[in-house]
């Protein structure tokens, strides 16, 4: 994300305290006993939002994102419920999202925003 953020803003702005940290809502993604990512979704009334969707970089690419975001899709489609998310206009996962069934909502100077609607029977 660093190279993302400084393509946008300019340079990157890290805490370095322990402090600062917060792990409401996140999950490790394990393969094998390994952890390879997290994922932090936020349930909403009327969806659910993916604040952070992140693969380590040896284990992109062999779907583990696809199914862990399919997964949480799908688990607030159970509930009648969209899935949003946004990314930043620097980083290229909106072909990734786009490829998972999401469409472009709308886009600021920073971000693009992405839903996915509940599957109709």
Partial sequence: MRSYAEALWGDW???DTVESLDVAGHEVIEL???A??????????????IEKLYIAPAYQSRGIGTYVLNTKSHQAA???LPTKLSVLNTNPADRFYERAGFAL???TLERRRFSKA????
Avoid at 37 to 43: D, K, R, V
Avoid at 118 to 121: A, K, R
């Fill in 105 to 107: 909502e709308a886009e």
């Fill in 32 to 34: 094998n006993g390994k």
């Fill in 118 to 121: 509940v599957p109709t029977s």
């Fill in 36 to 49: 390879v990512g997290c994922i932090a979704a936020i349930w909403h009334e009327d969806h659910i939002f």
């Fill in 78 to 80: 159970q509930h009648g």
């Fill in 13 to 15: 702005n890290q805490s």
